[in-house]
């Protein structure tokens, strides 16, 4: 059989021998109730990111939406998937938070900076139109000596304005604008290094992520 399919396949007998007896009570719980996941995390579909472990969270508490660079289109620029899930989230599942999370070293912001290297990729090119004007704000603030960007990499500013960008767009879309209005719903973006483990937090009507663990707490 194929190797890797043969690898996936080991992992499930694992996962019925080892982990869902240990937890059958939650799982069969699960699937006898709706879910009521608390928040949206939009993250990027990079395999180094896990939402449900950064988080420490539990089966049904985060509904996940991923795609290249934790991207989310303005409301009517692209009618698809990204907007059908938030759509869902927040008016049947009634989400109280959104996550929009960015990460360090992003390939999708690599990508932003050398176009040349996804020349051959048409659909990849065209979904990255979504961060063009974060690409924009990071070249003019990483070139303004007296900005408060000194010696910073324009990927790490790209990677923030990417997240405040997505932050501004899903505000585009009508029920998440409703939700907000109605106090039902915050949203917040984060920069994970996947390296260290820290995750930086930017507040809904802030542009600067503090790390957490450090300063002042998050929200208060
Ligand atoms: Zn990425």
């Given at each position: 059989?194929?190797?890797i399919l043969q690898r996936l396949i080991e992992g499930v007998r694992r996962f019925q021998?080892?982990?869902?007896?240990?937890?059958?009570?939650?799982?069969?719980?699960?699937?006898?109730?709706?879910?009521?996941?608390?928040t949206l995390f939009i993250a990027c579909a990079d395999s180094r990111i896990d939402p449900i472990a950064i988080t420490s969270s539990s089966t049904g508490e985060i509904f996940v939406a991923r795609n290249i660079g934790n991207m989310v289109p303005a409301y009517g620029e692209m009618?698809?998937?990204?907007?059908?899930?938030i759509e869902f989230a927040v008016s049947s599942l009634g989400v109280r938070h959104i996550v929009i999370c960015g990460h360090s070293h992003c390939g999708a912001m690599q990508a932003l900076l050398v176009p040349t290297s996804v020349a051959t990729m048409p659909t990849v090119q065209s979904w990255l139109h979504n961060a063009h004007a974060a690409l924009a704000v990071a070249e003019n603030l990483h070139a303004d000596p007296s900005g408060a960007h000194p010696e910073r990499e324009v990927i790490d500013?790209?990677?923030?304005?990417?997240?405040?960008?997505?932050?501004?767009?899903?505000?585009?879309?009508?029920?998440?604008?409703?939700?907000?209005?109605?106090?039902?719903?915050?949203?917040s973006g984060w920069i994970y290094s996947i390296g260290t483990g820290q995750v930086r937090v930017a507040p809904d009507g802030e542009h600067t992520f503090t790390p957490i663990g450090e300063g002042t707490p998050i929200g208060a």
């Open positions: 059989m194929d190797e021998t080892e982990v869902y007896p240990e937890q059958a009570e939650m799982f069969e719980r699960a699937a006898s109730e709706k879910q009521t996941p608390h009618l698809g998937g990204v907007s059908a899930v500013i790209l990677t923030e304005q990417n997240v405040l960008l997505q932050m501004q767009h899903l505000k585009t879309h009508p029920s998440v604008a409703g939700a907000i209005a109605k106090r039902r719903l915050t949203i």
